[in-house]
């Protein structure tokens, strides 16, 4: 029997914490044991506390301290995993260390973004020694870490795709047709929004424009802005600002598109996710949304921060509804073929298992 255990400090709630519960309760329900240590207070630990999941609150938040990786050492000591997976930076300077003092066989680290790693002796010393491997959720990161850390051998960076539940985000029994176009996410600058504000106006400033709706899913720090932006349009009720949404799959169902105008991604969970659906996706040709996106088969792709690309893709869009139709089917068997969260749990269950048969070989 494997055992898991998650580490992960952030306070906040995005695309690392949805996968890392999902897998948590999904291995559950298989009988895996899999216990979360998160930041006290976070939504992950209530979540998982909320989710039956075992879980540990311990704060993580100086590089390395020797309290954190104490604490950590003792709460590996008692679970006993065969593998701990660490989500930032900080989690795996103290949870490699206390994995390595607590004798847990497989330590890994996620890079949860299409961002390169550094080359410090530090950084080479925790990603090349202290951790096991490293988890990669698309091939654009799996690019970027090696070429900017050719320290790394390339056989402990493993791919593993972000799976998603095809029972819970399944395609839906009809398209609205409504003229009504999402996007979800944190509300932050690298997921372009920018782009899309722009990109909504060019929309509407066209002569005799159809009425249209754009849902705007998720919270961050640039919520005030698209709040002061949304003011000043001379149609302001037809952008929802929807907040947090906690389910997503109505909200995916109930577009004509989803739009993704991201600077980078690490992997692009909603883009998968609104694919599991049946929903095409409008999105930037950046980092791992070309590996969810197949251009003009599931969806459409546009340059990064290209504002009357973005428009010009979204309008072509809502205007063809057998095109939209026949993307949406694509997505949604793309999807089912490649991102089946099923068997991405195999993979990790395998990747977690691997150092031990060594071990005992």
């Known amino acids: 029997m494997v055992r898991l255990c998650f580490v992960n400090s952030l306070r906040t709630w995005g695309g690392a914490e949805v996968w890392m519960l999902d897998t948590a309760v999904a291995l559950g329900r298989r009988g895996v044991p899999v216990g979360i240590i998160a930041q006290p207070g976070s939504p992950l630990l209530e979540r998982a506390r909320a989710s039956g999941v075992a879980t540990a609150a311990i704060p993580v938040r100086f590089d390395g301290a020797p309290w954190t990786i104490a604490a950590l050492a003792l709460q590996l000591r008692r679970w006993r995993p065969d593998a701990v997976i660490a989500n930032l930076t900080k989690d795996l300077k103290a949870a490699a260390v206390a994995g390595r003092l607590a004798g ?5 680290a996620t890079r949860e973004s ?5 080359s410090s002796l530090h950084y080479r010393w925790y990603f090349g020694r202290a951790a096991t491997g490293v988890l990669v959720n698309s091939e654009a990161t799996r690019r970027t870490v090696l070429e900017s850390a050719p320290w790394l051998d390339p056989r402990r960076v493993h791919l593993l795709y972000k799976g998603i539940d095809l029972v819970r985000f399944h395609p839906r029994a009809q398209a609205p047709r409504a003229g009504t176009l999402g996007f979800a996410g944190q509300l932050i600058e690298r997921k372009g929004l920018p782009a899309l504000m722009e990109a909504w106006e060019r929309l509407e400033s066209e002569p005799a424009s159809p009425a249209r709706r754009l849902l705007i899913a998720g919270e961050g720090p640039l919520r005030p802005r698209l709040e002061a ?15 947090f949404v906690e389910d997503p799959v ?4 109930g577009l004509d598109a989803l739009v993704l105008p991201s ?4 992997f692009g969970l909603v883009a998968a996710e609104a694919g599991a659906c049946g929903v095409p996706v409008v999105a930037t040709n950046a980092s791992s949304l070309p590996e969810i996106v197949d251009d003009g088969r599931t969806g459409l792709l546009v340059p ?3 504002p009357a690309a973005l428009a010009d893709a979204l309008a072509r869009v809502l205007a063809d509804h057998d095109l939209a139709a026949r993307l949406g089917a694509g997505a ?3 999807v089912a073929t490649r991102f089946d969260r099923e068997a991405t749990l195999d993979r990790l269950l395998a990747l977690a298992r691997a150092p031990r048969e060594r071990t005992t070989a």
Do not use: M, N
Not at 104 to 108: A, F
Not at 229 to 243: C, H, K
């Open 250 to 253: 109505p909200f995916y169902h």
């Open 104 to 108: 847990v066989p497989c330590r890994l």
């Open 114 to 118: 299409d961002f390169p790693l550094k």
């Open 229 to 243: 932006w949304r003011s000043g349009l001379a149609r302001p009720e037809a952008v929802q600002l929807l907040g």
């Open 263 to 266: 600077l980078a991604e690490g």
């Open 304 to 306: 990064v921060d290209d």
């Open 332 to 334: 949604a068997r793309r």
